[in-house]
């Protein structure tokens, strides 16, 4: 089954910005809605963003509104997360998935840590 494969993650103090990208080698990449999650250390996985086929509309957890961005390069095959304002509770495995009406479609894949210090 095909994955997405998540990058861009690190370590960064608070107040930084980190920016991750989620790519594809699947040609129908764009037809999906992608779907950002995150789980940090002995928590459920919860839902981050959203954004739709064309990117014309995207949805936000209200734990990150004003201070995330998702978007996508249909182009490129890739989504991308921009990520500012970063707090020490943002710290967690970031994964990217295709999603209808929330759910995730595929496998996950390995994620991206990213870590934010105070």
């Known amino acids: 089954q095909v994955q997405l494969v998540e990058s861009g993650g690190g370590l960064v103090q608070a107040g930084g910005s980190l920016r991750l990208s989620c790519s594809a080698s699947l040609r129908i990449f764009s037809h999906y809605s992608i779907g950002w999650f995150r789980q940090a250390p002995g928590k459920e996985r919860e839902f981050v963003a959203d954004?739709?086929?064309?990117?014309?509309?995207?949805y936000y957890a209200d734990s990150v509104k004003g201070r995330f961005t998702i978007s996508r390069d249909n182009a490129k095959n890739t989504v991308y997360l921009q990520m500012n304002s970063l707090k020490p509770e943002d710290t967690a495995v970031y994964y990217c998935?295709?999603?209808?009406?929330?759910?995730?479609?595929?496998?996950w894949g390995q994620g991206t840590q990213v870590t934010v210090s105070s």
């Open positions: 954004i739709n086929w064309n990117g014309g509309s995207t």
């Open positions: 998935n295709a999603v209808r009406a929330g759910v995730a479609l595929l496998n």
